[in-house]
């Protein structure tokens, strides 16, 4: 089946919800209206069904193959990839300064996600590429960066992260790969397991972003530094030099996202590995925190763009698919109800996801220095629930995709099996998910002495008095209601266990906590859409004499407009009365008072 998406509900969130149109008026984005960015969402969808889509079994039945010195990718990546950067999709929202089209973040998370939804593996590469060129051009001389990121940028160089080591996973603090200072540049010497896009033929050149400690510097994450290091040197003209001892090992054979080469790579084995520092010298893990925030937002895309694809796909089937006689599955009550949450999981990580990178964009284009920390403040607090809210909920939904298929779900002549498998990492890397619920409750959420977590409850506590008595929607208010301030009072119990030395009873239920805050947040911009939508809805009724339930459910029936806004308001419904109460439950187990989990004997 080709990939699917609803593009419409990205429109909606993009356009009826945040108006990002409106970023146009500032000076920064001066230029741009709604026309440009839906036409620049509408090529990128065209793309991605053209070009990525063919690429997707390729990439999981044939994969990346390691032979002598050399990695190669499916047939057809490197044609695509050329393709893909030729049309400025690698630096969409980077300054034009280096080749970039300055878009919105916003416009290019909506764009990402068709790339990513079509193939993950095939994106990875480019999404690397465009993190580290960022990173080099925040943090670099002017002298560095443009030696390096505008061929990053056009998709003529590749880029990776560099951090993880044998011995060091999670506790990057453990590295051992060394660098030595040698006149204008350092000597590496060490090896980096499982980086992504670590070695391919897609291009002539592959940037690396290595974390190493300089001869002297203290032990742990304080004595680290950053290094540009790439797999060829680079002339003062521009051109390619030697080959700068950066060797690949091998390659992981994976579950999933087999096109994507996940690489060991050795430097410095024969002593002649240069690289160049990026930044302050013992800066290394704070900089490199700039790449893996954008890294975890990515992972949360790739959860909900992918279980995307599998809930269009399973849609798709399930009306098609005959079963007892004429009946079609669609019809009957338990494959609805495994549709209905597909959809409303789908449209809520959708939601949080472009309202994230609309914080970006507004803390790009606010001049108010206090407002612009607000915006930078909620990003920073959300970040971890967009990691792993998405990319565990993207997977669950992958999961009830393969449900609906029944046993042809879990073969590989539908695509459903593939989404589950090619997910599943997303969870795990950049910081597992249990990493970014403890960074939550034991950074986020206290940062600015609590004041980013205020305003986040102050601004749903005020949607909920506001909108308490709304015709339609005051039940599925005083639901968020219920659930905010069950998120408050759990809150206030971690401080108060904190503040009294138990660290561990916080730790126990972080991840359960940071499900309740991802759930009441989602329920709260999907009811918050609905309120726009049903106001669309009713015009459409109104405007065509709709004056009783019959003829307004004829024309959701026959309008495909209003079929959508009506879906809108029941997945809203759907995630208020169905998933919502889940937090409940898991605040009554974070409340209690049982800790067999710590106590027993394994």
Known sequence: MAYKVNYRDVEFNLFDYLKIQDLGQSEKYSGFGREDFAAILGEALKFAQKEIDPLFKKSDQIGCKHEGDKVTTPPGFKEAYQNFAANGFIAMDVPATYGGSALPVSVTMGATEFFVGSCIAFSMYSGLTRGAGHLIEAFGTEDLAQRFVPNMYSGKWGGTMCLTEPQAGSAVGDLTTSAVKEGDHYKIKGNKIFISSGDHDLTENIVHLVLARVEGDPAGTKGISLFVVPKFRVKDDGSLGDWNDVKTVNIEHKMGIKGSSTCTLSFGDNGNCIGYLLGEQRKGMA?????????????????????????ESALEYAKVRTQGGKTLIIDYPDVRRMLITMKAYTEGMRALLLYSAYLDDKENVEQDPATKEKYAGRLSLL?????????????RVSELAMQVYGGYGYISEYPVEQYMRDIKISSIYE????????????????????????ELYEELNGFCGKQAAHPAF????????????????????????GMGGDILRPQLHAVNYLYNLGDTFVAYLLVDQAVVALVKLEEIWKSQGADNEEKKSKICTENDEARFLEGKVKSARFFVSSVLPQVTARAKTILSEDLSALKVRF
């Open 383 to 395: 970040t971890p629930v967009c990691k792993a809210y998405c990319t565990d909920m993207g997977f």
């Open 431 to 454: 910081g597992t998910n249990g990493i970014q619920a403890l960074d939550l409750i034991g950074r986020k959420i206290g940062q600015k002495n609590g004041e980013y977590f205020r």
């Open 474 to 497: 005051k039940d599925e208010v005083a639901s968020i209601k219920k659930a905010l301030d069950q998120v408050g009072q759990v809150t206030m119990k971690f401080a108060e266990w």
């Open 287 to 311: 900089m490199m925190f700039q790449m893996m925030n954008e890294a975890r937002i990515a992972c949360g895309l790739q959860g909900a763009a992918a279980s995307s694809a599998a809930y």
